[in-house]
């Protein structure tokens, strides 16, 4: 395999993985700024900003692989393997951060305790004619997927005051810092 090859691969990759998790991000942090806007204003759009940046290290690690281009002598595969290394160290972690991110804005999918497994059957009544018959508005099937996906309504939102604002945006900046180190190794391994 060629060192060039190996150059572009790892360049496309650290744009196309950075941007993922950047977009993945910033999709939660979209969500999140809608529901919050009332509570927080323009504070809270920080969240999109913050995820916008993971691209950026993406982007800066791709511009440094494709000016590798430029040089007199062919790129070789020692070379080539540590520059797509690179693209894929600086990709991943921004993959990884972005949905740490993600996750973290995410609202929970499940309040209070689970429902009985299998549900209950449900109560049946004689409609009083004396032959039987449930009164059962669907002739008495039960269908317990049906009963399963029912899911209780989602809580109401919690205003968010000045300390937990604080607190999420320290944990939005230490989940970027996973980016953020994924960068500097990829330098690292592009300068050497």
């Given at each position: 395999?060629?060192?060039?090859?190996?150059?572009?691969?790892?360049?496309?990759?650290?744009?196309?993985?950075?941007?993922?998790?950047?977009?993945?991000?910033?999709?939660?942090?979209?969500?999140?700024?809608?529901?919050?806007?009332?509570?927080?204003?323009?504070?809270?759009?920080?969240?999109?900003?913050?995820?916008?940046?993971?691209?950026?290290?993406?982007?800066?690690?791709?511009?440094?692989?494709?000016?590798?281009?430029?040089?007199?002598?062919?790129?070789?595969?020692?070379?080539?393997?540590?520059?797509?290394?690179?693209?894929?160290?600086?990709?991943?972690?921004c993959l990884c951060s972005g949905i740490g991110m993600g996750?973290?804005?995410?609202?929970?999918?499940?309040?209070?305790?689970?429902?009985?497994?299998?549900p209950p059957p449900p109560a049946t009544a004689s409609n009083?004619?004396?032959?039987?018959?449930?009164?059962?508005?669907?002739?008495?099937?039960t269908e317990p997927l049906l009963f399963m996906m029912r899911?209780?309504?989602?809580?109401?939102?919690?205003?968010?005051?000045?300390?937990?604002?604080?607190?999420?945006?320290?944990?939005?900046?230490?989940?970027?810092?996973?980016?953020?180190?994924?960068?500097?190794?990829?330098?690292?391994?592009?300068?050497?």
């Amino acid at each position: 395999m060629s060192g060039e090859l190996l150059n572009a691969i790892g360049a496309s990759s650290a744009v196309f993985l950075a941007s993922a998790g950047s977009a993945y991000a910033s999709a939660h942090s979209g969500r999140f700024a809608l529901r919050a806007h009332r509570n927080l204003g323009l504070k809270s759009l920080v969240f999109i900003i913050i995820s916008g940046v993971l691209a950026i290290y993406g982007l800066i690690v791709g511009v440094l692989l494709v000016q590798k281009f430029e040089g007199v002598e062919p790129i070789s595969d020692s070379e080539g393997c540590r520059y797509l290394a690179a693209g894929l160290l600086v990709g991943f972690a921004c993959l990884c951060s972005g949905i740490g991110m993600g996750l973290f804005l995410q609202p929970p999918r499940h309040h209070g305790p689970l429902p009985p497994f299998p549900p209950p059957p449900p109560a049946t009544a004689s409609n009083g004619g004396g032959d039987g018959e449930e009164s059962a508005g669907n002739g008495g099937i039960t269908e317990p997927l049906l009963f399963m996906m029912r899911s209780p309504p989602p809580p109401p939102p919690v205003p968010i005051d000045g300390k937990g604002f604080v607190t999420m945006v320290l944990v939005f900046i230490f989940l970027e810092a996973i980016g953020l180190y994924g960068l500097i190794v990829a330098l690292f391994a592009i300068g050497k």
